[in-house]
Nanobody, 121 residues
Framework: QVQLVESGGGLVQPGGSLTLSCAASGDIGSIGAMGWHRQAPGKQRELVATFTDGTNTKYTDSVKGRFTISRENAKNAVYLQMNSLKPEDTAVYYC???????????????WGQGTQVTVSS
């Protein structure tokens, strides 16, 4: 009923930039929290950045000042602008949204398919 599609990953040199996009489609009534997580090889998935509500944001310490999360409600979309990328940012990045599904009349959490970000020279 609901699908999240991500785009924008790739290979970038240290110090470079990438922008990730994630758009939701389907039986959407409204969207609450939106965010990005990442999982590096051999590590647990971690929160990168999130909207805790419609406007307030939270970032993990390692990306503060380098990454910016934004949202476009009209497009059911969330973005992650990543600047000054470092090799340790290499991971699969997943978007997630808390969505009110109209047919279910309840909130459910959905995840994107993941997009690979590789930072290497």
């Amino acid at each position: 009923q609901v699908q999240l599609v991500e785009s924008g990953g790739g290979l970038v040199q240290p110090g470079g930039s990438l922008t990730l996009s994630c758009a939701a489609s389907g039986d959407i009534g409204s969207i609450g929290a939106m965010g990005w997580h990442r999982q590096a090889p051999g590590k647990q998935r971690e929160l990168v950045a999130t909207f805790t509500d419609g406007t307030n944001t939270k970032y993990t310490d390692s990306v503060k000042g380098r990454f910016t999360i934004s949202r476009e409600n009209a497009k059911n979309a969330v973005y992650l602008q990543m600047n000054s990328l470092k090799p340790e940012d290499t991971a699969v990045y997943y978007c997630t949204m808390l969505i009110w599904v109209r047919s279910e009349m309840s909130f459910s959490r959905y995840w994107g398919q993941g997009t690979q970000v590789t930072v290497s020279s």
